[in-house]
């Protein structure tokens, strides 16, 4: 069986919210493309980080000197994932949000 031929698996955020920090080109990409692929996103901007939902996934598109600002702002929210798109940057950056996330 070819790769393209395979049945869609479900996505396990296909149920759960998910809040794209950062409305840069990059995370309004990523918000429209997860839009278009039925997942619950809100794009927020790294200044107006509020409740997260039980259950929600929090992706930092935020830039590299931001992410451990960022993260720590959600240390309270408890995500159940938080994770960010720098390609520099470990995940040590994530430690104040409780780095259950990926990068």
Known sequence: MRELERDDLPSP?????????GRG?????????ADRAGIEVTLVSHDDV???????????CVPDSAIAET???????????????????TLDALA?????GAG
Do not use: N
Request: net charge positive; no cysteine; charged share 15%.
């Open 25 to 33: 080109r990059l995370g309004r990409s990523l918000a429209a493309a």
């Open 13 to 21: 955020l296909s149920a759960a919210p998910l809040i794209v920090v």
């Open 71 to 89: 993260a720590e702002r959600f240390a309270a929210a408890d995500p159940s994932l938080i994770g960010h798109v720098s390609g520099a940057t």
């Open 50 to 60: 509020g409740s997260v939902p039980e259950g929600a996934g929090v992706l930092l």
């Open 96 to 100: 104040p949000a409780g780095a259950r």
